[in-house]
């Protein structure tokens, strides 16, 4: 009987999912194999993540921290989102013509993000607490694209439902094995399944998406010529201002040290892709 459950779930497990890959994997290697779920389109996810940015948009002129078009801080983050996102087609042809929007917003906390489909914020905590220079600015773009391009929201969605079907799977199984009862050891069942699913799998797997997002990222800054070097600095700083984070076995993102490490194993790959990006450049015409 045991048997039969176990493979009556994984049937149903796998009949959700597919296996994809949402991006070509360009010089650092983005090739993962990715499950998604069949019933979560990319359409769908960038309708809700358009919603959503638009709502914050909302609030945010609400409030009054929605910098103006104007604000240089604004024009200079525009600025190298413009040389950024061409650079997208490497990993997705299609992503250079996504609905692109690009704002800053007020805040003392040290975040920036793109939702799904193109739609990034900059806060200016971490421009003006880490004092960015404009390549390390491109380097947390360039993360914060990579995670649109790869489509992790909607992987973590699919994870999230595979995690909710399995643990009505072991529920039921617990129940079947148990004699039909739903006791204290179907309950004991749930909270093992969920805590295993969180420490196993969905916490490393976040880890993977954050470290997916970074050496993508520094290929997209390398290709538009901002110094891969600036990857280090960036999180040489960010170490320094995240004293007292929980331990990497325990979060969702690496450790500083572990980013730091992985980042200059990669930047020999995209080095050539800055240099080149630097030749082409155009010379920028002097003053007088």
Same mark, same amino acid.
């Given at each position: 009987?045991?048997?039969?459950?176990?493979?009556?779930?994984?049937?149903?497990?796998?009949?959700?999912?597919?296996?994809?890959?949402?991006?070509?994997?360009?010089?650092? =290697?983005?090739? %993962?194999?990715?499950?998604?779920?069949?019933?979560? +389109?990319?359409?769908? @996810?960038?309708?809700?993540? $358009?919603? #959503?940015?638009?709502?914050?948009? =909302?609030?945010? %002129?609400?409030?009054?921290?929605?910098?103006?078009? +104007?604000?240089?801080? @604004?024009?200079?983050?525009? $600025?190298? #989102?413009?040389?950024?996102?061409?650079?997208?087609?490497?990993?997705?042809?299609?992503?250079?013509?996504?609905?692109?929007?690009?704002?800053?917003?007020?805040?003392?906390?040290?975040?920036?993000?793109?939702?799904?489909?193109?739609?990034?914020?900059?806060?200016?905590?971490?421009?003006?607490?880490?004092?960015?220079?404009?390549?390390?600015?491109?380097?947390?773009?360039?993360?914060?694209?990579?995670?649109?391009?790869?489509?992790?929201?909607?992987?973590?969605?699919s994870e999230e439902y595979n995690k909710?079907?399995?643990?009505?799977?072991?529920?039921?199984?617990?129940?079947?094995?148990?004699?039909?009862?739903?006791?204290?050891?179907?309950?004991?069942?749930?909270?093992?399944?969920?805590?295993?699913?969180?420490?196993?799998?969905?916490?490393?797997?976040?880890?993977?998406?954050?470290?997916?997002?970074?050496?993508?990222?520094?290929?997209?800054?390398?290709?538009?010529?901002?110094?891969?070097?600036?990857?280090?600095?960036?999180?040489?700083?960010?170490?320094?201002?995240?004293?007292?984070?929980?331990?990497?076995?325990?979060?969702?993102?690496?450790?500083?040290?572990?980013?730091?490490?992985?980042?200059?194993?990669?930047?020999?790959?995209?080095?050539?892709?800055?240099?080149?990006?630097?030749?082409?450049?155009?010379?920028?015409?002097?003053?007088?």
């Open positions: 009987m045991r048997k039969t459950v176990v493979a009556l779930l994984t049937a149903a497990l796998l009949a959700g999912c597919q296996q994809v890959n949402t991006t070509q994997g360009g010089a650092v =290697g983005a090739t %993962r194999t990715q499950k998604m779920s069949k019933l979560l +389109s990319s359409e769908q @996810v960038d309708q809700m993540a $358009a919603a #959503a940015y638009s709502e914050t948009l =909302g609030k945010a %002129r609400q409030k009054g921290v929605l910098l103006p078009a +104007s604000d240089p801080t @604004v024009q200079r983050v525009k $600025a190298i #989102a413009n040389r950024l996102i061409p650079q997208t087609a490497v990993f997705r042809p299609d992503a250079p013509q996504w609905r692109w929007e690009v704002n800053v917003e007020r805040n003392p906390q040290l975040n920036a993000y793109c939702m799904a489909g193109g739609k990034i914020m900059f806060f200016t905590g971490i421009i003006e607490r880490l004092q960015l220079s404009d390549d390390e600015i491109a380097q947390i773009m360039g993360h914060e694209i990579s995670h649109a391009l790869r489509e992790h929201s909607r992987e973590r969605m909710q079907l399995g643990l009505r799977g072991i529920s039921i199984a617990a129940s079947l094995l148990g004699g039909g009862k739903y006791d204290d050891v179907t309950n004991a069942a749930l909270g093992i399944g969920s805590q295993a699913y969180d420490v196993a799998l969905a916490l490393p797997n976040s880890r993977t998406h954050e470290s997916e997002a970074d050496m993508m990222g520094l290929e997209l800054a390398a290709r538009a010529g901002y110094n891969p070097q600036a990857a280090v600095t960036l999180w040489q700083k960010m170490a320094a201002a995240s004293r007292g984070a929980p331990p990497e076995f325990l979060s969702t993102h690496p450790s500083s040290q572990t980013r730091i490490a992985e980042l200059q194993a990669k930047i020999p790959a995209v080095q050539g892709l800055y240099e080149a990006a630097r030749r082409n450049a155009p010379a920028k015409k002097s003053k007088g």
